[in-house]
Antibody, heavy 120, light 107 residues
């Protein structure tokens, strides 16, 4: 069974840093690109970042470019999002999601999300 | 970036109604269009991928159509469990942009 479990969310002050993790199981992690998607309270879904299976290709939304860093450790079946210089507008539930290259790059599997709150 | 525009933003309907939600891309995306359903406090659930392919386990009352820039998802006969928010997403290019969502509410 495919499982994605995020952790690392919490309350942080503006300008602070936080590292999110996504533990994957039930599939060959290194074979899949992974995404981070966030959702601010009461708002819609926003794609944040993507990383290919070998980490060769990495992409960011303009809203986080230069502040967030996506990475993965295939030996540990884990995905990460290092978030620096956090702003109030980064407050959101952050989801990790597996990208299905065989199904037109949709995301069938999502984690349960982890809440990041940026507030003084 | 490719902009995705959904309409309507909200919709009131009754059990048994047929409803259609539209998604328009700002440039052609072939059939790289996915639809998700999200309920409060839950992660999104994939309903349709590649514009018209029904995800395994999704009821057949859901259907998708379109290609290029204009897409729809239709629910043929609304059930109580279908009241949720629906999002389209293009997977043609990065950033993988979402529509703003359509909230489907009970009339």
């Amino acid at each position: 069974e495919v499982q994605l479990v995020e952790s690392g969310g919490g309350l942080v002050k503006p300008g602070g840093s936080l590292r999110l993790s996504c533990a994957a199981s039930g599939f060959t992690f290194s074979s899949y690109s992974m995404n981070w998607v966030r959702q601010a309270p009461g708002k819609g879904l926003e794609w944040v970042s993507s990383i290919s299976g070998s980490s060769s290709y990495i992409y960011y939304a303009d809203s986080v470019k230069g502040r967030f860093t996506i990475s993965r450790d295939n030996a540990k079946n884990s995905l990460y999002l290092q978030m620096n210089s956090l702003r109030a507008e980064d407050t959101a539930v952050y989801y990790c999601a597996r990208e299905e290259s065989s199904s037109w790059y949709c995301s069938e599997y999502w984690g349960q999300g982890t809440l990041v709150t940026v507030s003084s | 970036d490719i902009q995705m525009t959904q309409s309507p933003s909200s919709l009131s309907a009754s059990v048994g109604d047929r409803v259609t939600i539209t998604c328009r891309a700002s440039q052609t995306i072939s059939s790289y269009l996915n639809w998700y359903q999200q309920k409060p406090g839950k992660a999104p659930k994939l309903l349709i991928y590649a514009a018209s392919s029904l995800q395994s386990g999704v009821p057949s009352r859901f259907s998708g159509s379109g290609s290029g820039t204009d897409f729809t998802v239709t629910i043929s006969s609304l059930q109580p469990e279908d009241f949720a928010t629906y999002y389209c997403q293009q997977s043609y290019r990065t950033p993988r942009t979402f529509g703003q969502g359509t909230k489907l509410e009970i009339k």
